[in-house]
């Protein structure tokens, strides 16, 4: 049982480094933005085990003028359905509810829908 929690603890801690260095990446560099948004529904899955992916998103969408116009409908609905599951005094609501924040938000400003 300890090999298995050992491997699975350090599957958890990689999984986390790689989350954390494409936050790296991805913050303040809009290119870098874009070339990971291809992968974004991966990262989409995962918001709800490991908390920096729930921070990657943000850095992708956090100030980038090309996703202004992207339909993130599919995006939105996935956080308040998961942020509904989470108790309300949970650490995880309030991260829900500002990666919520950046599809409103461009250079702290409300956006509104086009």
């Not at 958890?12 to 494409?22: E, G, H, Q, V």
């Not at 070339?35 to 992916?53: C, E, G, P, Q, T």
């Not at 609501?93 to 400003?109: G, H, P, Q, T």
């Amino acid at each position: 049982m300890d090999r298995i929690t050992n491997y699975n603890s350090a599957y958890i801690a990689l999984i986390t480094s790689c989350y954390r260095f494409l936050v790296a990446f991805v913050r303040d560099n809009t290119e870098n933005q874009t070339k990971v948004y291809d992968d974004l529904d991966v990262f989409m899955r995962d918001i709800d085990k490991y908390s920096v992916a729930a921070l990657l998103v943000k850095e992708i969408f956090k100030n980038n003028k090309k996703f202004l116009t992207l339909n993130v409908a599919k995006f939105i609905r996935q956080i308040v359905n998961t942020s509904e599951e989470v108790a309300l005094v949970s650490f995880k609501k309030s991260m829900y509810l500002k990666l919520l924040e950046v599809y409103c938000r461009f250079e702290d400003k409300l956006i509104r829908q086009n």
